[in-house]
């Protein structure tokens, strides 16, 4: 059985233990054993997952397809082990599935004799099955991979143990390979995507966005990190089982924010993509990237360098870049406010050098007022620059915060808040051309 069939054989099975604990909407746990047995060459590898979520239907195993026409019978002989019970069963059953028969053979899942629950109330499924793998010491450090993603997610209602033994002839030794600081559990008073926010946060913070190099000088800068979120559902699926939701956390550290440090300094420029599907890592990054193709990353004050969707995919980076950008605006200008921003020192010099040229004493007084500074007995022209400065710099971050239909429906804010024109003041077309020119068309 070839490694990527293996891994793909392994993923498939954790995706539905992973739902089936998720259905039954209390603690579970997950359990993974991987066994070497190091005295036939190549090593036979016998893999067991099992979980205490729900009863299963069966019905994931008998759609499984691991392209077995590709699958030497000396590597695999297709078979699959299953045990499950439900809460309410009295009874556990056990099946034999063979993938390598086809789909209407009588003999592809074969019940097997059940065995009667001795004691106390439970449910759960496990799943085993053997392969010879020339590199099973590879596929393990596959599997650590692979869990440690999950855990960044931080589901609250998952327990995950995964564990390695090693038999020969003279001995068994056994390991648990995921430890203690392998998992920093979430605030429990946290939502599902805020778990996620903040198993990513974690795993951004670690030396050299790594899962298994901790650095206590990157995850002691926590605050340092911006997030945003995002959520989007698909409406027109009408069926429960099949209505699709989308969640999506985007996290940056500003480059003038990075602390001055070897990690930093080495790993500023990497921008990582993680995808899960049903809180399973997912090897189908093609939809991801094309999501990421599809944004308009400009109007975030971002670029796209370049890219090695569905509907939902798209909305939910949207969102989340909305989010982001909704408290943290200054940062995430758009190239066009950017531009309008880099005029307005010299054109608060501009407003204020006018200001200051005047003779009369009333217009002086009036604009100093609305621009809400009480003296300009020291540094006039300083305080009046500065203040008009910041005042223009507000208006850009919240005109850029708008989509463009906003901008086009919405009156731009003004530097001087005198109120509005009267709703039965007529406007007449030069002044309705002038206002239109001052609003910050972007």
């Known amino acids: 059985m070839e490694v990527s069939l293996a891994r793909r054989l392994f993923r498939a099975l954790i995706f539905h233990s992973i739902q089936r604990c998720r259905i039954s909407e209390t603690l579970c746990r997950l359990s993974v054993s991987l066994k070497i047995l190091h005295d036939s060459n190549p090593s036979l590898l016998r893999i067991s997952i099992s979980d205490t979520g729900v009863s299963s239907s069966l019905e994931e195993f008998l759609k499984l397809d691991i392209c077995t026409l590709a699958i030497s019978s000396e590597q695999w002989d297709g078979v699959l082990s299953i045990t499950t019970t439900g809460m309410n069963d009295k009874e556990i059953q056990h099946f034999r599935l063979n993938i390598r028969e086809s789909t209407t053979s009588n003999r592809r899942l074969i019940k097997l004799p059940s065995t009667y629950k001795t004691f106390g109330a439970f449910s759960g499924t496990e799943v085993c099955f053997s392969t010879r793998e020339g590199h099973s010491e590879e596929f393990v450090l596959w599997a650590v991979g692979f869990f440690k993603k999950i855990l960044l997610l931080k589901d609250p209602n998952i327990v995950l143990e995964l564990a390695s033994e090693n038999i020969n002839d003279h001995m068994s030794r056994r390991e648990s390979l995921l430890h203690e600081n392998d ?161 307005v020192p010299d054109l608060s010099r501009s407003i204020a050098s006018l200001i200051l040229s005047s003779n009369d004493s009333e217009f002086k007084r009036e604009c100093t007022t609305l621009l809400g500074l009480s003296s300009l007995q020291s540094n006039p022209e300083t305080l009046i620059e500065s203040c008009i400065s910041e005042k223009l710099a507000r208006i850009i971050e919240a005109n850029d915060k708008k989509s463009k239909a906003e901008r086009g429906a919405v009156v731009a804010p003004s530097l001087f808040e005198c109120g509005n024109l009267g709703e039965n003041e007529p406007i007449d077309e030069e002044t309705r051309e002038a206002d239109d020119d001052y609003v910050l068309g972007y």
Request: glycine share 4%; net charge negative; aromatic share 6%.
């Open 183 to 343: 998992e920093t559990r979430a605030p429990l008073s946290l939502s599902g995507i805020k778990c996620m926010a903040f198993g990513l946060q974690e795993y951004s913070l670690r030396h050299g966005f790594t899962l298994h190099k901790e650095c206590e000088i990157c995850s002691s800068h926590r605050e340092l990190l911006i997030e945003g979120n995002g959520v989007a559902h698909n409406s027109e699926r009408n069926r429960i089982r099949d209505q699709l939701m989308v969640e999506a956390v985007i996290l940056v550290m500003p480059v003038k924010l990075q602390p001055s440090c070897w990690c930093w300094s080495v790993n500023r420029p990497t921008t990582q993509v993680l995808c899960f599907q049903d809180y399973a890592p997912s090897s189908h990054l093609d939809s991801c990237l094309d999501i990421l193709s599809s944004i308009d990353w400009p109007s975030f004050g971002l670029r796209l360098k370049e890219a090695s969707v569905e509907t939902e995919g798209k909305i939910a980076v949207k969102a989340a870049l909305e989010d982001l950008k909704a408290s943290n605006t200054h940062i995430f200008l758009s190239s066009q406010a950017i531009k309008i921003r880099e005029c």
